[in-house]
């Protein structure tokens, strides 16, 4: 751990170098708030789901982190940390999650501005190929895993022939994986950069791995889902997606065509399409307007 503090201080030193305030996010917050204290700039934490902090135990911080952490503020001629917990995500850390998508629960004490999520308009327009698929016939499923590399060819084939089943044409978005079509069949297309916003609005359902970013996509989209989460959050926005009735959550990181099936029973019916679209209308505008301001007014 001391070795990762160190690494990380200097690169995100260098990376403030002229700025007038630091928001940390993700890992960021064993040395952003030194990096901060340093340069003598605010700082601030975003988290993009609630479950980050909720319940979080400051004494476990303390017993977990506060010897390393203190060890590297002195070589920097810094004081020591009180409250670790306090110290990495501040007393009014932002949320940037839609509240009806993912409402803060409120358990830990922390003083959290849920500022609703962080979303760039994305005016892109689709390739002229894919929009000729999509108009070809009935709204697609789309399929992709983004960073995530733990779905395989293997996993791509299963997602296929689950779609496939139900006489369902398929995206496939190529993500870090490197996804790609399982056969010769003129029923997938496959994207690699695309505008979500835009081809998620033509999607039938959506089946991905449950990021924060993904999910809120489809979410604004009025887009069923089906959440095949990998690990960290995901689980978390899978229950909320499972919870809201705007789709399904599969159990475990490996779907087999049948688990698959199971899932776009729910997510291809005319009650989770209404649902999605439903709750799609009561989204929260752009919380990027309102973190700027709390920003600003810090």
């Excluded at 306090?86 to 932002?94: C, G, K, N, R």
């Excluded at 010769?184 to 959506?206: P, Y």
């Excluded at 095949?228 to 229950?239: E, L, S």
Aim: aromatic share 8%; with cysteine; charged share 20%.
């Amino acid at each position: 751990m001391a070795d990762f503090i160190t690494a990380q201080y200097d690169t995100v030193a260098e990376a403030a170098a002229g700025a007038d305030l630091i928001v940390g996010t993700a890992m960021s917050q064993f040395v952003a708030p030194s990096v901060a204290e340093a340069l003598g700039i605010p700082y601030h934490y975003a988290l993009f789901c609630p479950d980050v902090v909720d319940g979080l135990d400051g004494q476990g911080f303390n017993d977990l982190f506060k010897k390393p952490l203190d060890h590297h503020r002195e070589s920097i001629g810094l004081p020591p940390v009180n409250d670790v917990r306090e110290f990495m995500f501040t007393a009014h850390p932002l949320l940037a999650a839609d509240p009806v998508l993912g409402p803060w629960g409120g358990s830990t004490g922390l003083d959290v501005v849920q500022t609703g999520a962080w979303t760039l308009e994305d005016s892109r327009p689709l390739a002229t190929d894919l929009l000729a698929f999509l108009d070809a016939g009935e709204e697609p499923v789309y399929v992709g895993f983004g960073s995530m590399r733990t779905v395989d060819e293997e996993g791509a084939r299963v997602a296929v022939e689950a779609i496939r089943a139900y006489g369902r044409r398929v995206v496939i978005g190529r993500g870090w994986a490197g996804l790609d079509v399982v056969d010769g069949r003129d029923d997938c297309f496959v994207v690699s950069e695309v505008n979500h916003q835009r081809l998620f609005s033509r999607m039938a359902a959506v089946i991905h791995h449950g990021g924060a970013g993904t999910t809120n996509t489809a979410f604004r989209a009025g887009v069923p889902q089906v959440v095949v989460p990998q690990g960290g959050d995901q689980t978390y926005w899978a229950g909320r997606v499972d919870d809201l009735g705007i789709g399904a959550a599969h159990q475990g990181p490996t779907p087999t065509i049948e688990s698959l099936g199971a899932c776009l029973d729910t997510a291809l019916s005319t009650e989770t399409r209404t649902r999605a679209g439903k709750l799609a209308a009561e989204a929260r505008g752009n919380g990027a307007a309102t973190a700027a301001q709390v920003l600003i007014d810090s």
